[in-house]
């Protein structure tokens, strides 16, 4: 602002800042301000005839109160007035409040760009130039819709004054950044490049930041700039230091205007023409050499101002990158800052270092400065500049002197500061694993690592690890020996942990010959860090301790004991324990054989882009990481060949089906369905050094509907995992599984296994049924009609009610039936509840059993409610098939069916009978006849508890008679069977063989068709 | 427990600076006129928290108070005591002030040793605090031995707020009822919220330790005797005065430390030996069946955009015999004004443009009376899309009632051991109500 003269002075503004200055509080302060806007409005309402003092005084301090942080909302039109003022402070006070205050969709737009395109059109330089700051200040949209013409116009019109020029061209260049696609590109463009030649160095300096900008995006329309640049660069180099005058910023000639040029010619390659290079290069030289001439003046501005020049000209010959003597000139001219006393050059020196490195003639020259460089990463007090040294080392790192730097770096680590750290530790890790000529140094190189910064070692190290131990053979034993050294200190890091647990997991047998480091001093070292983890590493050392009963059949019980243990068994984290409970079973089932199978060693990894690398790119963005790599890709041979760009996630994405898939995979002989590649079994891959919730959470999901469908399917495909075994003592019934998942897993067992909707002892087809249905209860007057379509899909859930009277008969989304049922001899009675499971009522509701139409029940269920239905039973004779429960209702529309086999079976009329020892046997003899005898010898598929077995054979319905066998394993019972017209006398004898898992029912009874039908529901159950 | 406490001046420099415990540091004195005094925005909380320290805030005046804490104190308690600072400094000193504050600090912090220690709130009652922290000179102080003796026994106590042996020729004592009325209504005259707080504060000059029970017109305590057939005797006595039938409901009640409270909360019987001096009987707020004094009738037309037309019509609704005082009506007027005329019947009116608002005064008003005023307000055209807002307009005044419409039906004094009975002292009721926050929108 030029100073104002004494009339110029705003007495009025002075006295109101200065009151404002003076309040005591805010308080105090907004009451001033609301009286002086109040005012103001007065004035501004009032007398028309405000003189353009008095405007520009109260507009000022509208623009006072604003920049106070009060909302102006009037006094626009009197600025706007203001503009058309012939006084320059009033005029400018006018232009200050408008760009400052309008905002781009103002009524006033129009008004205030008539204005501005008079003043511009005026032959007045000041005004002309208030109104390009106006229009660059402003920068909208609008402004540059409205000017873009006219800027340029009066850029390279022959007749502007210098002033209005340079003006100009910093106008356009805003104008430019804000909507670069409102500014054409016209014939100006050709004229602009000419101003490079302009006598007026303000201008050349504003030309070349428009000229840059302008050639970033279109080079081939500036090309013409390169030689003008190079002839005006080497004319201010060569000029003595007084020639410039004005442009002489403490002996150095135009500093701006050299930097600026320089950028500009970093747009562009280097020049084809010879004589441009030439002269390009002499200049870069100069200025090389009067870097090494003693400073003309102590004063730091001057030694500012050579420097950004010469960084500038620095940046440019590395652009340039063609002139090996250019580069190792700088690079010797930077290794002279890096032990300079400023902070910021050593900074920028190292900075720029960095790119030199990657350049391939002045590489070498770098390296000479390596041990300056390890110096500044040690005592270097800014940690700024300490992270540029990192880099710096990281870029300059080649085979020759990796171990070197390796080690430093690592020995810095201990000490250095926690924000840089996890940097450092990625490319640690990166230059070991690319510069590794033996792979010992390598695997000793990240234990290390690991060591001295545990916390800071991301998870991907330590992935990139185990990767390579396991793809390379050479260094498993060493890695093992090493991981087995390391785990010895007291204090482990939780990542060495992990490391140890996986690759002890993997090759403990590799070291398992010495003494030393037997199977079960590895087991008890890992065991020993077990309870300082967290769940992930503690889920990897149990997946360990499976491996090691693989490896190693001697420590079987110590580990079998330590899965055992209540902490694991009933560990609260699900993970844990479900990972304890399956090795235990595991454990246990399997033979050596599949054992070795499911727990093979882990194939080889593809080989895939580093995931370090990758994480570090993430970390630094795109930026200086990848260019030095793509560099260096070309000299270096990359150790483990290149690229590929499988992300090392993509194999935990598995989806839960596969996970299943491939549990039951190994056991069933190959099936004809293509097995996913991507992912290895399950069961080989539980130390997949992939984040362990990959694959947690698909296998928790699937667990427990596993389990569930298991059962019924277990009873005829073979269950060489015994992991259905659960079933029986799981107090959950099966029906519960979610039928999404049950439908899953259906595909699953399908190849294996008949269609779990078909269980396997439903012995007769229900069409084949009704001669012998006929006769079997009270209830069923005929045989049924029933719609084959119908019982295909009837549930079959009576398989657990043989041995119980209560309990879920049924569940799906919407209902879940109960059961309770009482017998005594020949009759019987079962309560049928229906429960709503949703919110909403059923309608029509209607259950039967089969066409006889029971008490009828309410035909509608609330939701939420429950509906009981009683049932009468009696049994006329024996009989096979259960009765069917047919269940109509319609819900939100849609009419269900449901049919479901109520649990009514031929044992459930039993009366137990005691009897003695001899009583027995002479029963036992009387019901000799051979069809009365009926024999079954099958495999438990069930744990062969005493206890579980007797509690079955009475809820059979039974007597369990004690001391009758001589063998007293053998379980023995006796009851009677009452139906309507007659009493069937049962006795049967259970003998249970626990090396072979089986076991042998005997059964006599007095009917040859009960005994048989006996037989086969008892032996279901075992 | 409060780690420290802190008083600054408007700008933000530190008056009053006592730290109570180590685990506040120098730096917390800072962290708070950073963050609260000098804060861009204005902190609205009186509860800020800065680097796990908690500042406590109160303003009186031009000047802050902030306790400071690192622990997890009940914020309550720490106000309860900043505001019982207050009371005691104004009592010491009167005005809170800084000029007050700077020429009082010696006596400010031996306040503060004796009220707090280790950042545990002592005894805080002005009237014992007088008895040993005096602004007289070491030379005027001929405290003897005995004296000394008594007050320790005093302040040790069971009875911390009154010493014994006082002694008055006339016993007297004076009892006011404060109370503020807050009000807000819709421009159809329909309540949106309303309660009253008030505040029974007692003067008392009475000798010896004398036992008294105050009695009003609480509804639990009225409909209790309706229904036990017993007329209380002292429900007619001569301080209830004759319209003690309507009862009232307290929503809720504090008590001064002296009032019994299980005797409260068992026969809800107010009953205290009365510190010496004047002191804060209980607060109290009811929400039900208030006397509103004044009604607010608004009228505001947009006449075009740069014309506004208000009338305001204030009607007085209570008995003609009493008269209000100090009413003051405030009606806030467009941020864009620029000129305003008034025409009031009664009182003076003035457009206040630092207050972006019209005052209108008058001093004093009649109950059953009306009066209105008529503003034409100049508006200047802006660019700004917005409507105005049409903040309430709000009433200041005072009356001479309680309008939760309490009743002070006794307060009986009984002193067994000198020969005074409660006949002979001189008891003397006020009501004041005042306006809280009272307004209409419009």
Request: charged share 20%; hydrophobic share 40%; glycine share 6%.
């Amino acid at each position: 602002m030029p100073a104002v003269s004494k009339g110029d002075g705003m007495r009025g503004l002075a006295v109101f800042i200065s009151d404002i200055r003076n309040c005591k509080s805010k308080e105090a302060e907004i009451k001033r301000i609301n009286k002086e806007l109040a005012n103001i409005r007065s004035k501004f309402k009032g007398d028309k005839a405000l003189d353009g003092y008095s405007k520009k005084k109260y507009v000022c301090k509208l623009l006072f109160i604003f920049l106070l942080g009060h909302d102006i909302d009037f006094g626009h039109m009197e600025a706007v007035n203001l503009l058309s003022s012939n006084k320059y402070t009033e005029k400018q006070i006018g232009y200050l409040f408008i760009s400052v205050l309008v905002n781009s969709n103002s009524d006033l737009i129009r008004l205030i760009n008539n204005a501005i395109k008079n003043d511009l059109a005026s032959r007045n330089p000041t005004f002309m130039n208030l109104a390009l700051h106006c229009i660059a200040n402003v920068g909208s949209r609008e402004m540059a819709e409205a000017f873009a013409a006219d800027v340029p116009r009066i850029l390279v019109a022959g007749d502007t004054m210098d002033s209005v020029k340079q003006s100009a061209a910093l106008c356009l260049l805003r104008l430019n950044r804000t909507s670069p696609d409102l500014v054409p590109m016209g014939e100006w463009t050709a004229r602009v490049v000419h101003l490079l030649n302009d006598q007026h160095l303000g201008v050349v300096t504003a030309a070349t930041s428009l000229i840059t900008t302008l050639a970033q995006k279109n080079p081939d329309d500036f090309k013409t700039s390169v030689s003008l640049a190079v002839a005006r660069l080497s004319r201010i180099v060569t000029s003595a230091s007084t020639d410039l005058q004005d442009y002489t910023y403490y002996f150095v000639a135009a500093p701006w205007l050299s930097v600026k040029l320089l950028r500009l010619l970093q747009c562009y390659p280097p020049p084809e023409d010879a004589a441009i290079r030439g002269r390009l290069t002499e200049c870069l030289e100069t200025i090389l050499n009067k870097a090494q001439e003693p400073p003309k003046s102590k004063k730091v501005q001057h030694s500012n101002a050579k420097n950004a020049v010469l960084f500038e000209a620095i940046s440019l010959i590395i652009h340039h990158d063609s002139e090996p003597t250019l580069l190792v000139r700088a690079c010797n001219q930077l290794g002279q800052f890096l032990q300079h006393r400023e902070t910021n050059l050593r900074y920028l020196a190292l900075e720029s270092m960095c790119t030199l490195a990657s350049s391939e003639f002045s590489h070498e020259a770098v390296k000479t400065h390596i041990e300056t460089v390890i110096n500044a990463l040690k005592t270097e007090r800014d940690v700024s500049v300490r992270q540029r040294a990192v880099d710096l080392l990281y870029a300059m790192c080649d085979r020759s002197n990796a171990k070197q730097i390796v080690a430093e770096m690592l020995s810095y680590l201990e000490t250095a500061d926690y924000s840089i750290r996890e940097e450092i530790v990625l490319k640690v890790a990166i230059l070991a694993e690319k510069y590794a000529v033996d792979y010992t140094w390598y695997v000793d190189t990240i234990l290390n690592l690991i060591r001295i910064a545990g916390d800071y070692v991301s998870e991907e190290v330590w992935y990139r690890v185990i990767q390579i131990v396991i793809n390379r053979d050479d260094v498993q034993g060493y890695a093992a020996k090493t991981v087995f050294e390391a785990l010895q200190a007291p204090a482990c890091h939780e990542n060495l942990v992990k490391v140890g647990g996986y690759i002890l997991g993997e090759f403990g047998n590799l070291i398992a010959g010495d003494p030393r480091s037997s199977p079960l001093v590895q087991f008890n070292l890992l065991h020993s860090k077990f309870h300082l983890c967290s769940v992930p590493t503690r889920a990897l050392l149990l997946s360990a301790y499976i491996k090691f009963i693989n490896l190693f059949p001697e420590v079987k019980g110590t580990i079998q004991e330590v899965l055992r243990s209540d902490s694991q068994l009933r560990n609260a984290d699900v993970e844990l324990q479900q990972r304890a409970v399956e090795y235990l079973r595991l454990s246990c089932v399997a033979s050596t054989d599949i054992l070795a199978t499911v727990l093979e060693e882990m194939p080889p990894f593809p080989e895939r882009e580093s995931s370090i690398l990758a994480k570090l790119k993430r970390k630094k963005g795109p930026g200086t990481v990848p260019d030095i790599e793509e560099n260096r890709k070309e000299r270096n041979a990359n150790v483990n060949g290149g690229p590929n760009h499988t992300s090392a996630t993509s194999n935990a994405k598995a989806s839960p089906p596969s996970f299943v898939g491939d549990l039951l995979a190994p056991a069933p002989p190959p099936t004809n369905r293509p097995r996913p590649v991507s992912s290895a079994s399950f069961l080989q891959n539980p130390l997949t050094p992939l984040p362990p919730q990959a694959y947690a959470i698909p296998l928790a999901a699937s667990a427990g509907t596993f389990y569930q469908v298991a059962a019924p399917a277990a009873a005829s495909s073979t269950d060489l995992l015994g992991l259905g075994s659960s079933t029986s003592l799981n107090s959950t019934p099966p029906a519960a599984a979610p039928p999404t998942a049950a439908s899953l897993l259906v595909d699953v067992f399908s190849e294996n296994s008949p269609p779990v909707s078909a269980p396997a002892h439903i012995a007769v087809p229900a069409t084949a049924a009704p001669a012998a249905d006929d006769n079997f209860s009270s209830i069923t007057t005929k045989s049924f009609h029933v719609a084959e379509s119908i019982l295909a899909d009837v549930q079959e859930p009576t398989d657990k009610f043989v041995c119980k009277n209560n309990g879920v008969l049924y569940e799906n989304q919407l209902l879940q039936i109960g059961l309770k049922s009482e017998y005594r001899q020949n009759l019987g009675r079962m309560y049928v509840f229906f429960g709503n499971k949703t919110s909403t009522q059923f309608l029509n509701f209607a259950s039967n059993v089969l066409n006889v139409h029971l008490k009828p029940v309410d035909p509608t269920v609330d939701g939420g409610a429950q509906l009981q239905q009683i049932i009468n039973i009696e049994c006329v004779s024996d009989f096979v098939e259960a009765p069917v429960l047919n269940i109509q209702f319609r819900y939100g529309g849609t009419l269900q069916n449901i049919a479901v086999k109520l649990p009514i079976t031929l044992n459930k009329f039993f009366q137990p009978t005691e009897m003695m020892s001899q009583d027995f046997f002479q029963r036992w003899k009387q019901l000799s006849a051979p069809q009365q005898e009926v024999q079954k010898i099958f495999k438990a598929k069930h744990s062969m508890d005493t206890e579980v077995t007797k509690a079955k054979i009475i809820g059979f319905g039974v007597a369990l008679l004690d001391g009758v066998d001589p063998n007293p394993s053998n379980f023995v019972g006796a009851g009677v069977i009452h139906t309507k017209t007659t009493q069937v006398g049962c006795l049967l004898r259970l003998e249970p063989n626990m090396q072979a898992q089986m076991y042998r029912l005997t059964l006599r009874t007095s009917r040859d068709t009960v005994s048989q039908r006996l037989c086969d529901l008892l032996s279901d159950q075992f | 427990m409060i780690g420290g406490l802190f008083i600054y001046n408007h700008k933000g420099e530190v008056l009053i600076s006592r730290v109570y415990r180590d685990d506040i540091g120098r730096n917390a004195v800072d962290a708070f006129r950073v963050n609260v005094i000098h804060a861009r925005q204005q902190v609205r909380s009186p509860v800020t928290n800065i680097a796990r320290t908690s500042f406590f805030h109160v303003k009186r005046a031009n000047i802050w108070l902030a306790a400071v804490t690192k622990q997890n104190v009940n914020a309550a308690m720490v106000f309860e005591f900043l505001y019982k600072m207050c009371d005691v400094m104004t009592a010491y000193f009167g005005k809170i002030s800084e000029e007050n504050i700077k020429n009082n600090f010696v006596l400010i912090y031996e306040l503060l040793d004796e009220i707090l220690d280790f950042g545990y709130p002592q005894n805080s009652e002005t009237g014992a605090l007088k008895t040993f922290i005096t602004q007289q000179g070491i030379k005027g102080q001929h405290q003897t031995k005995e004296e000394q003796s008594q007050i320790t026994s005093q302040v040790t106590g069971q009875i911390g707020w009154r010493r014994e042996g006082i002694k008055y020729r006339r016993n007297e004592l004076f009892l006011d009822v404060l109370e503020s009325v807050n009000l807000l209504m819709s421009p159809q005259g329909q309540v949106l919220s309303a309660h009253v707080s008030g505040r029974v504060v007692m003067k008392s000059y009475l000798s010896g330790m004398p036992e008294c029970k105050f009695g009003m017109n609480d509804k639990i305590v009225i409909d209790k005797q309706g229904k036990g057939g017993t007329t209380d005797e002292a429900g007619k006595s001569e301080l209830g005065g004759s319209s003690g039938k309507q009862s009232i409901a307290i929503d809720d009640c504090t008590f001064h430390q002296c009032v019994r409270l299980s005797k409260f909360d068992s026969e809800r019987s107010i009953s205290f030996i009365p510190p010496d001096g004047e002191y804060e009987l209980m607060r109290y707020r009811t929400t039900k069946d208030i006397i509103l004094p004044f009604r607010v009738i608004p009228l505001v037309r947009e006449v075009g955009r740069t014309k506004l037309e208000v009338k305001v019509v204030i009607k007085s609704n209570f008995k003609p015999s009493l008269l209000a005082q100090k009413i003051e009506v405030r009606i806030p007027t467009p941020l864009n004004t620029s000129g305003v005329q008034v025409i009031c019947m009664k009182g003076k009116a003035k457009y206040k443009a630092s207050e972006n608002a019209i005052v209108w005064k008058i001093k004093r008003m009649a109950g059953m009376k009306e009066s209105q005023i008529s503003a034409e307000i100049e508006l200047l055209p802006t660019n700004d899309k917005k409507k105005w807002a049409r903040p309430p307009i709000s009433m200041n005044f005072e009356v001479p009632f309680a309008p939760s419409g309490l009743k002070v039906r006794y307060l009986k004094v009984f002193e067994s051991k000198l020969n005074y009975s409660d006949h002979d002292v001189i008891k003397w009721v006020r009501y004041i109500g005042r306006s809280g926050i009272y307004e209409t929108r419009c």
